[in-house]
């Protein structure tokens, strides 16, 4: 039972480091780029996967964390479909209009349970279905303010739905089948992700934005926020591989929806953007989805909890994890024998 206390407090602490690290880094680059004029995301995004390793690599000479050899071909993959899905994010929303690109983002949590369902054989009860409903609607009440299309936009939006619900499954599936931990597999492909958006970057961004990064005069409070913003980053992306590690894609999305909320609440009280009584009722109608999702995966996991306590440690191995519990649902006693068959656990 201690262990499994202990992997709870771990789930719990995985949460409050994603929702902090992404809310704090969404103000950072918000300031940096709306009140300071750097308009070159994707560039700024190798910029901090390429702190992220290095700051890993450091880690790893001190024997903060354990190097560990792993199948090179898939990591590299896996790198490669990540950096081409955070291109493909910001091709997104410099093709779409804000709402469209919302839109976009609320549909990556039904095509991964569609995924999951369809190739990983995985159950979602009703009961999670409708919370889910509920804070998609919620989410989309509160940040969709308009739903223009075109159809270029409409093409990467799809290609960027596909790449970021393929790559988050297989962060979780790649820590599970190749016994990695988050740590290890970020270390590994963090390169190949920052390969791909250091050569491709100035590009997307001297596209969508008709300036070149290499020209932009920089002054020292924008490279201030750029030290602080690859900083953020490091933070970001570790805790999104734990999260997605210790809980599953599903679970990673609708904690990403809540930061949404807090962005736009944080938004509001210090940068002073406008906010209406639809903006509140859409934040209720999330967090009430959000709180149901925790509840309902809660009572499913109870469900499923091992009367033997040596079968406890078992619980690590599962995909889905509630929000605020370190429990799974939702998987059979069958899935379950094969996860651990395969050992252990496999996205600014």
Known sequence: MGEMSSF???VIGALFLSVASSVSIVICNKALMSKLGFPFATTLTSWHLMVTFCTLHVAQRLNFFESKSTDAKTVI????????????????????????????KL????????????????????????????????VGIASITDLQLNSLGSILSVLAIITTCVGQILTNTIQKRLNVSSTQLLYQSAPFQAAVL??????????????????????????????????IAVAVNFSTFLVIGKTSPVTYQVLGHLKTCLVLAFGYTLLHDPFTERNIIGILIAIWGMGLYSYFCTQEGKKKQPTDVSLASQ????????????????????ETHEAKKSTKDSVV
Not at 119 to 129: A, E, G, M, V
Not at 316 to 327: F, I
Request: proline share 3%; with cysteine; charged share 10%.
């Open 8 to 10: 709870q407090l771990g």
């Open 77 to 104: 993959l896996f790198g490669l479909l990540n950096g081409v899905s955070i291109g493909f994010l910001n091709l997104s929303l410099g093709f779409n209009s804000i709402g469209f690109y919302q839109m976009t």
């Open 107 to 138: 549909a990556i949590i039904p095509f991964t349970v569609l995924l999951e369902t369809l190739f990983l054989n995985k159950q979602f009860s009703r009961k999670i279905k409708f919370s889910l409903f509920l804070l998609l609607v919620g």
């Open 198 to 231: 250091f050569v491709s970057g100035p590009l997307v961004d001297q596209f969508l934005t008709n300036q070149n990064v290499f020209a932009y005069k920089y002054s020292p409070l924008v490279l201030a926020f750029i030290v602080l913003s690859c900083l």
């Open 315 to 334: 619980i690590k191995d599962k995909d889905t994890t509630p929000l605020l519990a370190g429990k799974s649902m939702g998987l059979s006693d069958k």
